[in-house]
């Protein structure tokens, strides 16, 4: 129960970190769903291929977004080998940009070098996924992103909570400490994090993100977040379609769950109507029966006559 | 009538026909009626349930089955139905008790998601030799009720269980993600 209420914050915050980014999501429940598939299909060469286009990718996408990061991905983008990923994130020139523009490079370089899918559409789909993250997001993706993660050590971190948790923890600390005390008990966790959501500011979560929150979580995938080691197996053409797939799944179960409930109030309200019903027609013939004995009864408090000689 | 709660709760359709009730069927657990549609734990179902079958004639039999249609989960019930329990010749105006107990009674332990599970009257036209199917799971009530010429079904009830310490449907797995 406590791994998987920890599983659910790793979950939270790794959506959260991803706004909207199904690569992302995917990524994590690709990991968890395939680890030995992910390792097979490490190697070298076709990473740095899809990798650099994937750079390109980024550099176009976030240039429309955010341009204070231009210099960086400049710097970044002459030196297209994955361990400069450990640098863009170690650096933060930006705090407020840097969280998502961090999290996107960081997902979308675990789930780009290990895609299947031709480069070609992997730049789409690239474009595709990045694009939505609307520019009010980034302070307060900081914010929830820090809530989470420490809410995730005081769930009793692991190994997941470390690079994650360094990388977010610089900023909003007040508001880690909001969201913690908000969200101690691990079954709201869930519910908490929907409502910090909606309180910053409800504009900036798209309905989509919303279905990201509750996309497979995975404590596998928050591993390879951390160790930068692990490669995805799916491409993002692949993951988009996994959470179509999820968001039926708990479309199902949503109405699973009403019928279930509208069966029982129906049930119910069948039953109470057949019991008011035997009720009033048990009283009936009760009452008829009473009249019935009264009529049938003689009258013992009138006087009656009866011989008394011994004749 | 689509309010049924049988309907409703989407018995008819994942398990039987559409069919009228022509006989009426008490299921009790631990001397408690329980209500169609309701929700057991399965710490109250361990042990097998007081089916009675009010009524006049005693000559008339009765068939009863209990299959959990939404085996392993009701996400992914691939397994659909497991049969739990299978009881013939029950006398009319008895209970289960006197019945010729084919598959003995498997108590309802469903480990995800929240299950349905149903019991079904068929009405039998003659004391009939039944056989036990070779294996509880994908058990098919139709094609059963086809098999031994039971016709439609004359009642059915259903409860909803899930695990002891269930939070109510979806949990996370760590293997298998969200079920």
Redesign the interface.
């Known amino acids: 129960?406590w791994?998987?209420e920890n599983?659910?914050h790793n979950?939270k915050k790794k959506n959260k970190s991803g706004h909207g980014s199904s690569s992302r999501i995917v990524s994590s429940?690709s990991a968890?769903?395939s680890p030995s598939s992910a390792s097979s299909i490490l190697s070298q060469t076709p990473r740095r291929r899809t990798m650099e286009e994937m750079w390109k990718d980024i550099t176009l996408a976030t240039l429309h977004q955010e341009t204070p990061l231009a210099p960086l991905l400049e710097t970044t983008h002459s030196h297209p080998q994955h361990h400069h990923h450990h640098q863009l994130q170690l650096h933060r020139p930006h705090p407020t940009a840097s969280p998502s523009f961090r999290t996107m490079i960081l997902q979308d370089f675990l789930s780009g070098p290990c895609s299947t899918v031709s480069p070609a559409s992997a730049a789409a789909a690239e474009h595709i996924t990045l694009p939505p993250s609307p520019p009010p997001l980034p302070p307060t993706a900081l914010t929830l992103k820090s809530g989470l993660e420490l809410r995730y050590p005081a769930g009793g971190g692991g190994g997941g909570g470390g690079a994650s948790g360094g990388a977010g923890s610089g900023g909003g600390s007040l508001v880690v400490n909001a969201h913690s005390r908000s969200s101690s008990n691990s079954?709201e966790s869930r519910v908490n994090g929907q409502a910090n959501k909606n309180g910053h500011g409800g504009s900036f979560m798209p309905s989509y993100f919303s279905d990201a929150v509750?996309s497979?979580?995975?404590?596998?995938g928050l591993f390879s977040f951390c160790s930068k080691k692990r490669m995805m197996p799916e491409g993002p053409v692949v993951d988009g379609d996994r959470r179509y797939k999820?968001m039926i799944?708990?479309r199902?179960?949503a109405a699973?769950?009403r019928?279930?409930k509208?069966?029982?109030t129906?049930?119910?309200e069948?039953?109470v109507a057949h019991l008011l019903e035997e009720n009033a027609k048990l009283k009936k013939q009760q009452e008829e029966l009473r009249m019935a004995m009264a009529d049938q009864l003689p009258n013992r408090n009138a006087l009656q006559r009866s011989t008394s000689a011994p004749f | 009538m689509s309010r049924d709660p049988l309907v409703v709760g989407r018995v008819v359709g994942d398990v039987l026909d559409p069919f009228i009730r022509s006989a009426s069927l008490r299921v009790l657990y631990n001397n408690r009626e329980v209500t169609n549609g309701s929700e057991l734990k399965p710490s109250a179902v361990v042990h097998e349930p007081r089916v009675e079958i009010p009524g006049r004639d005693m000559r008339t039999l009765y068939t009863l089955a209990m299959v959990d249609p939404d085996a392993p989960s009701p996400s992914n019930p691939t397994k659909r139905e497991h049969l739990h329990w299978l009881v013939t010749d029950i006398p009319e105006t008895t209970n289960s008790s006197f019945g010729n107990e084919i598959v003995p009674y498997e108590s309802p332990r469903p480990t995800a998601g929240i299950h349905r599970f149903v019991f079904v009257l068929f009405r039998q036209e003659v004391r009939q030799t039944i056989y036990a199917p070779g294996w509880r799971q994908n058990f098919n009530t139709r094609d059963f009720a086809a098999l031994y010429n039971l016709g439609p079904p004359v009642a059915a009830m259903y409860f909803n269980c899930q695990r002891e310490n269930g939070c109510g449907g979806r949990r996370y797995h760590a293997v298998s993600g969200w079920t």
């Open positions: 129960m791994s998987s599983a659910k979950n429940s968890r769903s079954n509750i497979p979580p995975s404590p596998a999820r799944k708990n199902e179960s699973r769950s019928a279930r509208q069966a029982y129906n049930e119910l069948l039953e």
